[in-house]
């Protein structure tokens, strides 16, 4: 691992140009904005996230991630990418209604083709460890083709992930959060070498679902611990108010929260415990925050507040959640020094 590569990102309510960045404009890896289109920036992958922030009115937010080292941009079908020594990031955004599918759904089709190119374009540029992935897919709760869309999300994604034999059982962190109309969009960080995959034990693992979830269970890990150089980053995937595979606190967003809290907690305290440190804490975590109905946003910030203590960092977005009956979701992240 090159001990100049390392990862950083930062929040900001201003659409940065490159000039007004503080970094030398080769090691912008990539970025995003929540809450409207993200404007072209020079071939950087860019990730829009339509759905708006909360409180209402609250501005666009952008997140910027950023490598130490210089970076190579490319493309590679429909993906955008920038590369380093030893990380990839990458978006790829598909309208699918450019699908036509002889079986399958539009959608399916759509997953299908997205991660099939993430993972031909990791094998080329031999960074074959996928850490995380940001999957945001529009209308994530309807039924068409007598198939909520979430469920054909997860069979595209599925089907990919067998086409190339890569096992469920070391998959990124991950989340999948419903949007407005627009194209499919993913966004993913990847690596040379492999981030540990972090389980619950309060909570079945979401790639060995019961079949009541779906055709095909979704292919992510609850949470993933990698290292670079120098640095120890815990990506906790999105996470909800779950316990074993059944949602618990149906119609009590309050409670919802703090089950979630307590999931994350047990991945906080798995991740320190692998690391042989007090490395990461609620308190250290930097939290998005998706809301499913705006008028809740008050009761999820008390509840985290209650949780996390006067230092909690956190954005909130409206947006649905990949199942009815869940009011909210939460997924975190963050990076510790190592000695």
Same mark, same amino acid.
């Given at each position: 691992?090159?001990?100049?590569?390392?990862?950083?990102?930062?929040?900001?309510?201003?659409?940065?140009?490159?000039?007004?960045?503080?970094?030398?404009?080769?090691?912008?890896?990539?970025?995003?904005?929540?809450?409207?289109?993200?404007?072209?920036?020079?071939?950087?992958?860019?990730?829009?996230?339509?759905?708006?922030?909360?409180?209402?009115?609250?501005?666009?937010?952008?997140?910027?991630?950023?490598?130490?080292?210089?970076?190579?941009?490319?493309?590679?079908?429909?993906?955008?990418?920038?590369?380093?020594?030893?990380?990839?990031?990458? %978006?790829?955004?598909?309208?699918? &209604?450019?699908?036509?599918?002889?079986?399958?759904? !539009? $959608? #399916?089709? +759509?997953?299908?083709? @997205?991660?099939?190119?993430?993972?031909?374009?990791?094998?080329?540029?031999?960074?074959?460890?996928?850490?995380?992935?940001?999957?945001?897919?529009?209308?994530?709760?309807?039924?068409?083709?007598?198939?909520?869309?979430?469920?054909?999300?997860?069979?595209?994604?599925?089907?990919?992930?067998?086409?190339?034999?890569?096992? %469920?059982?070391?998959?990124?962190? &991950?989340?999948?959060?419903?949007?407005?109309?627009? !194209? $499919? #969009?993913? +966004?993913?960080?990847? @690596?040379?070498?492999?981030?540990?995959?972090?389980?619950?034990?309060?909570?079945?693992?979401?790639?060995?679902?019961?079949?009541?979830?779906?055709?095909?269970?979704?292919?992510?890990?609850?949470?993933?611990?990698?290292?670079?150089?120098?640095?120890?980053?815990?990506?906790?995937?999105?996470?909800?108010?779950?316990?074993?595979?059944?949602?618990?606190?149906?119609?009590?967003?309050?409670?919802?929260?703090?089950?979630?809290?307590?999931?994350?907690?047990?991945?906080?305290?798995?991740?320190?415990?692998?690391?042989?440190?007090?490395?990461?804490?609620?308190?250290?975590?930097?939290?998005?925050?998706?809301?499913?109905?705006?008028?809740?946003?008050?009761?999820?910030?008390?509840?985290?507040?209650?949780?996390?203590?006067?230092?909690?960092?956190?954005?909130?977005?409206?947006?649905?959640?990949?199942?009815?009956?869940?009011?909210?979701?939460?997924?975190?992240?963050?990076?510790?020094?190592?000695?």
């Amino acid at each position: 691992m090159n001990a100049a590569d390392r990862l950083r990102f930062c929040l900001s309510e201003t659409a940065l140009s490159v000039p007004d960045l503080s970094f030398p404009e080769p090691t912008l890896l990539g970025m995003s904005a929540v809450g409207a289109p993200c404007a072209a920036v020079d071939g950087w992958p860019r990730q829009s996230v339509r759905t708006p922030r909360l409180p209402a009115g609250a501005p666009t937010l952008y997140e910027y991630w950023f490598a130490a080292t210089s970076c190579r941009r490319g493309r590679y079908g429909d993906i955008r990418y920038s590369a380093t020594p030893s990380l990839l990031f990458g %978006v790829v955004e598909l309208d699918e &209604a450019a699908f036509t599918p002889a079986s399958g759904t !539009p $959608l #399916s089709a +759509a997953a299908e083709t @997205a991660y099939r190119q993430i993972f031909a374009l990791l094998a080329e540029e031999d960074r074959p460890h996928l850490w995380r992935v940001w999957n945001y897919v529009p209308e994530i709760n309807r039924v068409e083709h007598s198939l909520e869309r979430y469920r054909q999300f997860n069979i595209g994604r599925h089907q990919a992930f067998g086409a190339f034999e890569r096992p %469920v059982d070391s998959s990124p962190a &991950a989340c999948a959060l419903g949007v407005g109309p627009g !194209p $499919l #969009s993913i +966004a993913f960080l990847a @690596a040379r070498t492999p981030a540990d995959a972090i389980e619950n034990p309060r909570q079945v693992s979401a790639f060995v679902y019961p079949s009541q979830y779906g055709p095909k269970s979704p292919t992510f890990t609850r949470a993933a611990l990698a290292r670079l150089e120098g640095q120890a980053w815990l990506f906790i995937s999105g996470t909800a108010s779950i316990v074993g595979h059944e949602t618990v606190h149906v119609g009590d967003v309050a409670a919802q929260t703090r089950e979630t809290m307590v999931n994350i907690g047990v991945l906080v305290d798995e991740a320190n415990r692998r690391l042989g440190a007090d490395g990461f804490s609620l308190s250290r975590l930097c939290y998005r925050v998706y809301v499913r109905h705006a008028a809740d946003y008050p009761l999820v910030r008390q509840a985290l507040v209650e949780a996390v203590g006067p230092t909690l960092q956190a954005v909130y977005v409206q947006a649905d959640v990949c199942r009815h009956d869940l009011l909210m979701e939460i997924e975190a992240q963050a990076c510790h020094p190592l000695a």
